[in-house]
């Protein structure tokens, strides 16, 4: 949680002291430029990766 400053989205604060808006609850996403995927691994247990750790 940041100590100073704050962070909005769509005119909403949605970061700053003392107060945290869920991720789920921000209503954004993110897409990765570059992938790091295993290459020794099928799609599904990339994907359960990200899940487990």
């Excluded at 700053?16 to 897409?31: S, T």
């Excluded at 691994?41 to 899940?51: E, P």
């Amino acid at each position: 949680m940041p100590r100073q400053g704050d962070i909005h989205l769509r005119g909403e604060r949605v970061s700053g002291p003392g107060q945290a808006l869920l991720p789920d609850a921000r209503k954004i996403g993110m897409v990765f430029r570059d992938y790091a995927l295993f290459p020794h691994l099928s799609i599904a247990r990339n994907v359960a990766f990200g899940l487990r750790h």
